[in-house]
Nanobody, 121 residues
Framework: QVQLVESGGGLVQAGGSLRLSCTAS????????MGWYRQGPAQQRELVAT???????NYAGFVKGRFTISRDNAKNTITLQMNSLKPEDTAAYYC???????????????WGQGTQVTVSS
């Protein structure tokens, strides 16, 4: 069983900061790309940032310069440092990872349960 467990969401005023974390746990052989997506009310889920196991990063245009994704491969953990938050950043944030479980030679895509970020104006 592989699980992605997220933490760190909450309520913050515009201009403030939050830090999200996500850890992949279970019987894992290896973890490939990991990332964060978000889904606002009545909106489709969209990419926020991704990071490879070699620490290559990719950001959505709307977060560049404000958000930073980082990774600890030894702990199968990623973090998303979010600064200068805006009300339009309000959304449920979901962790995503491509994981190879110990019992299979294949990689599968997993999602966390989501953590709510609310930015008040």
């Amino acid at each position: 069983q592989v699980q992605l467990v997220e933490s760190g969401g909450g309520l913050v005023q515009a201009g403030g900061s939050l830090r999200l974390s996500c850890t992949a746990s279970g019987s894992i052989r290896s973890v490939s790309d990991m990332g964060w997506y978000r889904q606002g009310p009545a909106q489709q889920r969209e990419l926020v940032a991704t990071i490879t196991n070699g620490n290559g990063t990719n950001y959505a245009g709307f977060v560049k310069g404000r958000f930073t994704i980082s990774r600890d491969n030894a702990k199968n953990t990623i973090t998303l440092q979010m600064n200068s938050l805006k009300p339009e950043d309000t959304a449920a944030y979901y962790c995503n990872a491509r994981v190879r479980p110990s019992s299979t030679p294949f990689f599968y895509e997993y999602w966390g349960q989501g953590t709510q970020v609310t930015v008040s104006s």
